[in-house]
């Protein structure tokens, strides 16, 4: 089991309660730019946050994660084909999907023999996207501070790749021409608690909590909590998306 994989499997329910939904219009968006709505499959799906909107869109969505604790999390009602898959070794015929999709995950593996496995499993006219959102936007002084434990007590504890998501995966290359994906972005009113959950599923969060045996998130939370204002009420907290898409077999 890799390093990434243990860590977030560790935190699967936390990534259940806790990580935004993405917008209903970028699904609607995959649904249009696929040569057809047979069959989907969602790489690295963690609980489902893609996987389930794909599944009101497309006949058959397969949903696929290297941890077996993150395909727990999904609710065992959907109608989601889960396994526990490597993303360069999927267990699929090739040219059987009309879309594949790697949400907040693709950093993790962009490598060419993932892009080659991604084509061969895709239909000649199939597309790929995936996606990924850096740091929440909130107001200015709860930014300043998430950047500051984003980018000075976290620093070093972040695992490899982590650098493309802070890059808007420009930093990443496919062998196939990207295409544009319109400016999709996450919009969500949080309460200040639900921040604070969302902080605690870093990755580099779990890290440094391990080796110092302290919760990092609770050192901040004073003065997040300030410059929240009143904790009672919710904030609108927004992440821009940044895309890598395209249709590998033209």
């Given at each position: 089991?890799?390093?990434?994989?243990?860590?977030?499997?560790?935190?699967?329910?936390?990534?259940?309660?806790?990580?935004?939904?993405?917008?209903?219009?970028?699904?609607?968006?995959?649904?249009?730019?696929?040569?057809?709505?047979?069959?989907?499959?969602?790489?690295?799906?963690?609980?489902?946050?893609?996987?389930?909107?794909?599944?009101?869109?497309?006949?058959?969505?397969?949903?696929?994660?290297?941890?077996?604790?993150?395909?727990?999390?999904?609710?065992?009602?959907?109608?989601?084909?889960?396994?526990?898959?490597?993303?360069?070794?999927?267990?699929?015929?090739?040219?059987?999907?009309?879309?594949?999709?790697?949400?907040?995950?693709?950093?993790?593996?962009?490598?060419?023999?993932?892009?080659?496995?991604?084509?061969?499993?895709?239909?000649?006219?199939?597309?790929?996207?995936?996606?990924?959102?850096?740091?929440?936007?909130?107001?200015?002084?709860?930014?300043?501070?998430?950047?500051?434990?984003?980018?000075?007590?976290l620093a070093g504890?972040?695992?490899?790749?982590?650098?493309?998501?802070?890059?808007?995966?420009?930093?990443?290359?496919?062998?196939?021409?990207?295409?544009?994906?319109?400016?999709?972005?996450?919009?969500?009113?949080?309460?200040?608690?639900?921040l604070l959950g969302?902080?605690?599923?870093?990755?580099?969060?779990?890290?440094?909590?391990?080796?110092?045996?302290?919760?990092?998130?609770?050192?901040?939370?004073?003065?997040?909590?300030?410059?929240?204002?009143?904790?009672?009420?919710?904030?609108?907290?927004?992440?821009?998306?940044?895309?890598?898409?395209?249709?590998?077999?033209?």
């Open positions: 089991m890799s390093d990434v994989t243990r860590l977030f499997g560790e935190r699967a329910s936390g990534y259940a309660s806790f990580r935004p939904q993405y917008p209903s219009a970028l699904f609607d968006w995959l649904a249009a730019r696929s040569p057809q709505q047979q069959r989907a499959l969602d790489i690295a799906c963690g609980n489902g946050q893609a996987s389930q909107p794909l599944a009101a869109r497309f006949e058959q969505v397969l949903a696929c994660d290297s941890s077996e604790q993150q395909l727990g999390e999904i609710n065992c009602a959907s109608a989601l084909q889960l396994f526990a898959a490597d993303a360069r070794h999927l267990p699929l015929q090739s040219a059987s999907l009309d879309l594949i999709t790697v949400a907040q995950a693709l950093h993790w593996f962009a490598d060419p023999a993932f892009f080659a496995e991604a084509r061969r499993c895709l239909r000649a006219d199939g597309l790929f996207c995936a996606w990924c959102y850096g740091l929440m936007q909130i107001n200015p002084a709860v930014d300043a501070l998430v950047r500051e434990l984003h980018g000075e007590l504890y972040w695992p490899a790749g982590r650098a493309c998501v802070d890059n808007g995966y420009r930093d990443i290359h496919p062998d196939f021409p990207r295409i544009r994906v319109p400016d999709f972005a996450i919009q969500l009113h949080w309460s200040f608690e639900h969302y902080l605690r599923t870093w990755s580099a969060v779990q890290r440094w909590e391990q080796q110092h045996q302290q919760d990092p998130v609770s050192m901040f939370q004073p003065a997040l909590a300030s410059a929240w204002g009143d904790i009672r009420q919710q904030l609108l907290v927004r992440w821009p998306l940044h895309f890598v898409a395209g249709y590998p077999g033209l």
